[in-house]
């Protein structure tokens, strides 16, 4: 299954090729075979680490998140630490 290695086609995409090159089997015997041989997929999230304080955020203290006082709606403020 060189074609799921250039570009991750479906079994139906397969099926319509493979049939104009004369392939006479059913479409549910082609997906259980092309489920079987495609190449895994990987996570799609990068973990990032940092060391303390390398990215100029600052914790405050407990309860610094409050709603603001001005406003009707809900939203927020944050109080930060300069």
């Known amino acids: 299954m060189r074609m799921l290695e250039d570009h991750p086609y479906t079994a139906v ?3 319509n090729r493979i049939k104009n090159e004369g392939y006479v089997g059913g479409y549910s015997i082609l997906k ?3 489920r079987k041989v495609r190449p895994k997929r990987t996570k799609a ?4 680490n940092f060391a303390p304080g390398a990215t100029g955020a600052r914790a405050g203290p407990s309860g610094s ?7 009707a709606s809900s939203s927020w403020s944050c109080a ?3």
């Open 13 to 15: 995409q397969i099926l």
């Open 32 to 34: 259980d075979y092309v």
């Open 45 to 48: 999230f990068l973990k990032l």
């Open 65 to 71: 998140a409050r709603p603001r006082a001005d406003s």
């Open 80 to 82: 930060t630490a300069e």
